[in-house]
């Protein structure tokens, strides 16, 4: 059974920063990108960050380049972002994102944290 299991959300005043993490299971971590995405509310959901499964290469939506690093643990399948200088417009739900080949193509969904940054 796949799981994703975000934890790390809250409130948090603007300029400060939070570590989102995302724990893994139920499929082959290091064989997966992974992805971090937001939804605020009203708007579509949007890519915020993505790491290879080697970690080898990361994209950032040009929005948090600069503030948020994507990083993570193969040994620990897990994914994290950690977030700095954040903006009230950084408030969304975060969610966690697999993508991978495991005889066919997979995606996998958490179930999100709020990110709530306001004073």
């Known amino acids: 059974q796949v799981q994703l299991v975000e934890s790390g959300g809250g409130l948090v005043q603007p300029g400060g920063s939070l570590r989102l993490s995302c724990a893994a299971s139920?499929?082959?971590?290091?064989?997966?990108?992974m992805s971090w995405y937001r939804q605020a509310p009203g708007k579509e959901r949007e890519l915020v960050a993505g790491?290879?499964?080697?970690?080898?290469?990361?994209n950032y939506a040009d929005s948090v380049k600069g503030r948020f690093t994507i990083s993570r643990d193969n040994a620990k399948n897990t994914v994290f972002l950690q977030m700095n200088v954040l903006k009230p417009e950084d408030t969304a739900v975060y969610y966690c994102?697999?993508?991978?080949?495991?005889?066919?193509?997979?995606?996998?969904w958490g179930q999100g944290t709020q990110v709530t940054v306001s004073s």
């Open positions: 994102n697999a993508a991978g080949w495991a005889f066919k193509w997979n995606i996998y």
């Open positions: 139920g499929f082959t971590f290091s064989n997966y990108r």
């Open positions: 790491i290879s499964s080697s970690s080898d290469s990361t």
